[in-house]
């Protein structure tokens, strides 16, 4: 079944060739290739953010981890979510949801073998959930009907009313926003709460 998440790559994947620079394109002078780009914030000319290029090889061609670091005196530099990891009791049973009934990917490149736990990693636009199959301290039941009173995580879709079709036909409760703003609420074979957020 089709992704109905509908998410377009940002950054880079393992298969993205559009992520791939032939290595001769690169300094070999230095490990980091750095450029310097002036930034305006609220009109404001701010000192220069740092773009790094991490050079994997010079032999072959290589991928490229791009991270934009405001400088910023109080902050550590936080740029984005990278993952949300979800506990689950069998990892086959979270894999049928987030696969079959969401469309999400396996990131087969993330090590799952070393860990001492069963898990998978799976791609959400340029960030992951991973599923890790541990021992759940929360409850099943007394927990809030709506989940967005609830510990959750938000994903970004195209279209609510195509997954609550697809809720719909395979039986998954599901509650809508409160406010009236085209998102959808419902909770994995775990009891973990996902918000389901409509963006253009």
Request: glycine residues 8%.
């Given at each position: ?158 279209d ?13 409760s ?23 957020t409509?963006?253009?």
């Amino acid at each position: 079944m089709a992704s109905v998440l509908g998410f377009s790559p940002l950054l880079a994947f393992p298969s993205t060739e559009v992520n791939r620079v032939p290595s001769k394109l690169i300094s070999t002078k230095s490990s980091l290739n750095k450029t310097c780009q002036a930034i305006t914030r609220n009109g404001k000319s701010h000192k220069p953010s740092l773009l790094i290029k991490a050079k994997m090889s010079t032999e072959r061609d290589f991928l490229v981890k791009e991270s934009t670091i405001i400088d910023d005196k109080d902050g550590i530099g936080v740029v984005g979510v990278h993952h949300v990891g979800l506990l689950c009791q069998t990892l086959e049973t979270s894999l049928d949801f987030y696969q079959n009934l969401l469309g999400l990917k396996i990131n087969e490149a993330r090590p799952h073998e070393k860990l001492p736990y069963r898990g998978a990693w799976l791609w959400v636009g340029s960030e992951m959930i991973h599923l890790m199959e541990l021992p759940n301290p929360d409850p099943l039941t007394g927990r809030p009907e709506h989940g967005g009173r609830d510990r959750h995580a938000c994903l970004s879709i195209q279209d609510v009313n195509k997954l609550k079709a697809i809720f719909d036909k395979a039986g998954i409760s599901y509650t809508l926003s409160r406010s009236g703003r085209p998102a959808i609420f419902a909770r994995d074979p775990d009891g973990n709460a996902l918000e389901f957020t409509q963006v253009d």
